[in-house]
C-alpha cells in the first residue's frame, strides 16, 4: 500500500539583488589576498589604494581610504569584471605574525571614523565549497 501526501507548494518571491550583495563581504585568505565585495568599496568611497593598519592589543585590521600612489599605500586591484577589488596583504601577515587557518571572512566589518576595521578575533573560517 503506496502513501501519498499532497504537495503543500509555498511561493518563494525572489528580491532584486541576493542578501549577500546588500552587506558589506570581505575575506582574507591565508596567503594575503584580500577580496572586498561591492558593496564595502561603495561604503569606502571606492579608494584606488588604501593605508593598513594593525591593533596588535584587538586583533583588528584597520583600511583607511588613501590618494593613489600615497607613500605607505596598497593599491587596491579589480578583482573581475563586477565592482569587487583585491587588496595583496600578505607583508602584513608576515611582518607581524598573522597566521590563518585557511580562508576567513569577517562577519562584523564596520566603518570607524573613515576606516574599515576587521576583526580577526570574529572572523570566520571559510570551508572550501562553501559560503
Known amino acids: 500500500m503506496e502513501i501519498q501526501q499532497r ?5 518563494l518571491p ?7 550583495r546588500r552587506r558589506m563581504c570581505i575575506s582574507l585568505s591565508a596567503v594575503g589576498k584580500m577580496r572586498i ?4 568599496m561603495e561604503a569606502m568611497g571606492r579608494p584606488e ?3 593598513v593598519f594593525y591593533d596588535r592589543a584587538n ?9 593613489s600612489g600615497s607613500e605607505n599605500s596598497y593599491p587596491v586591484s579589480v578583482a573581475s569584471n ?3 577589488r583585491v587588496i595583496y596583504l600578505v607583508r602584513l601577515l608576515v611582518e ?3 597566521e590563518l587557518p585557511g580562508t576567513v571572512r569577517f562577519v562584523r566589518p564596520v566603518m ?19 559560503r
Do not use: Y
Open 7 to 11: 504537495a503543500q507548494w509555498e511561493w
Open 14 to 20: 525572489r528580491e532584486g539583488r541576493r542578501g549577500s
Open 37 to 40: 565585495c561591492g558593496v564595502t
Open 49 to 51: 589604494a588604501v593605508f
Open 59 to 67: 586583533h583588528r585590521i584597520g583600511l583607511k581610504p588613501a590618494p
Open 82 to 84: 563586477g565592482p569587487g
Open 96 to 98: 607581524l605574525g598573522i
Open 112 to 130: 570607524e571614523n573613515g576606516m574599515l576595521v576587521l576583526d580577526l578575533t570574529t572572523a570566520e573560517t571559510r570551508v572550501s565549497g562553501k
